[in-house]
């Protein structure tokens, strides 16, 4: 079972949808969870990070972490074009020197 | 913003080849990362560096090797490269992993 598993997609939605982005992981000593954007031919950009379960909210994007089922999502409201991305997720443990683990990243299209 | 600066957007090596992929990031991090990225695969951990001319293998080390000689500056190397080193290589630096990686554009190389 791989660490981090996120559905590839792709996924495509209309202008002004909300999306919703998901991910799922396999170890409960995991305690920090990161979001990316990566648009193509572009290195990652770091979007969100949360410590723990509960949500937290920057603009348009909400990302929430339910330790309990192991589930981390992302949430965008009134997607736009430029929301057009690879979105990866990723976690590590407590201490600063684990190394992050990402997922494999979904795909989404925002169609205008 | 810190800024991670990968010296290549684009390259092509023949198999065999000797190549040298530069990286230097401007925030004084002490943590700096290579990864390759390639579709179905995600990002891979090639090598990291927690301090000058310290090294670790990640999940992928074979064929590479890395060099830290300054803090800001983290190289990695083909020794002798081939076609399936064919990839999207990206550097990333942190400060503290637990709060996220700042990533380069990334360098795609490819091996003919």
């Known amino acids: 079972q791989k660490e981090v598993e996120q559905d590839p997609g792709p996924l495509s939605v209309p202008e002004g949808a909300i999306v919703s982005l998901n991910c799922t992981y396999s170890n409960s000593a995991f305690q920090y969870f990161m979001w990316y954007r990566q648009y193509s031919r572009k290195g990652p950009e770091l979007l969100m990070y949360?410590?723990?379960?509960g949500n937290k909210e920057d603009g348009r994007f909400t990302a929430q972490v339910d330790k309990s089922s192991k589930y981390i999502s992302l949430f965008i409201r009134d997607s736009q074009p430029s929301d057009s991305a690879t979105y990866l997720c990723?976690?590590?443990?407590?201490?600063?020197?684990?190394?992050?683990?990402f997922g494999p990243g979904t795909s989404l299209s925002v169609i205008p | 913003d810190v800024k991670v600066t990968q010296s290549s957007r684009y390259l092509v090596k023949r198999t065999g080849e000797k190549v040298f992929l530069e990286c230097v990031q401007d925030?004084?991090?002490?943590?700096m990362f290579w990864y390759r990225q390639d579709p179905g695969l995600g990002l891979r951990l090639i090598y990291f560096s927690y301090d000058v001319k310290m090294k670790e293998k990640g999940d992928i080390p074979e064929g590479y090797s890395v060099s830290r000689e300054k803090k800001e500056r983290f190289s990695l190397i083909l020794e002798s490269a081939s076609t399936n080193q064919t990839s999207m290589y990206l550097c990333?630096?942190?400060?503290?992993?637990?709060?996220?990686?700042?990533f380069g554009s990334g360098t795609r190389l490819t091996v003919v």
């Open positions: 990723a976690t590590n443990l407590k201490t600063s020197y684990d190394k992050v683990i």
């Open positions: 949360t410590y723990s379960s």
């Open positions: 925030m004084d991090h002490e943590n």
């Open positions: 990333a630096s942190s400060l503290d992993e637990r709060y996220g990686y700042t």
